[in-house]
């Protein structure tokens, strides 16, 4: 992972209510993970967990367009063979987006929020060209005159409901930069094995797997005590 900083915040125990706050949503909030074709690629997993109880909302996989690289595959196993019989992201978008905006949802938690959402909007524009276009911006009620589409506001309302938790979590791993004046980036894993969090019945490099890290990730943070970080707040003072 390349360095990354995250700006301090102004205390631990606001940090750490952060988390508290996302933890107790019962049903409220849900994590989302994704494994794709490359760096740069399409979404061919996606999974999407409740975090206050761990309950897998959504966990499939998807025929991309372009094939999985070699280098992906060596990392999370999943090979362009595999996914021959699987649907488009397209086909199943409709219950992505109902997992992610039910009635009730109020955070999509992401661990590395850019990295997933740019994945999931590249794939629907290769899955379906001009998804993001209303098809008929003169007369489709209620949107006339709206020159995009439904599911491109949908998409938006994802976003806007979205949060990192790899940048939250940075302050936590400790890891600041007097050079850039903020914190640099922890890989979940490592996050994960900083706060105790079993991994060991998950499958590593799976959607499901690392959405159900950061749920329990979320979980360990929401019971730390601030006294532990104790740096947090007094960045540069030394």
């Known amino acids: 992972m390349p360095l990354h900083i995250t700006p301090a915040p102004a205390s631990a125990a606001e940090l750490i209510g952060q988390f508290k706050l996302w933890a107790g949503w019962s049903g409220h909030a849900v994590t989302l993970d994704t494994e794709t074709t490359d760096l740069d690629g399409e979404v061919i997993e996606l ?10 909302l959504f966990d499939e996989r998807f025929r991309p367009v372009h094939p999985v690289t070699p280098g992906a595959q060596a990392v999370h196993g999943i090979t362009t063979e595999e996914l021959q019989d699987c649907p488009t992201i397209w086909d199943r978008w409709p219950a992505i987006r109902y997992a992610l905006l039910g009635s009730v949802t109020q955070r999509v938690l992401i661990y590395n929020r850019e990295f997933d959402l740019r994945a999931l909007c590249r794939s629907l524009d290769l ?30 309302r994802i976003s806007d409901r979205a949060r990192c938790v790899m940048e939250s979590f940075a302050p936590l791993a400790g890891a600041y930069s007097e050079y850039h004046g903020n914190y640099r980036w922890a890989r979940l894993t490592d996050a994960c094995a900083q706060m105790g969090v079993d991994l060991s019945d998950l499958r590593p490099h799976s959607a499901v797997g690392d959405a159900l890290a950061t749920a329990r990730l979320i979980k360990a943070v929401a019971a730390a005590d601030p006294a532990a970080y104790p740096w947090i707040g007094q960045e540069g003072e030394a």
């Open 47 to 56: 999974a999407i967990v409740r975090v206050h109880d761990g309950h897998v």
């Open 127 to 156: 899955a379906r060209p001009e998804w993001f276009a209303n098809p008929d911006p003169a007369t489709n009620s209620p949107s006339a005159g709206d020159p995009y589409s439904a599911d491109y506001w949908t998409y938006g």
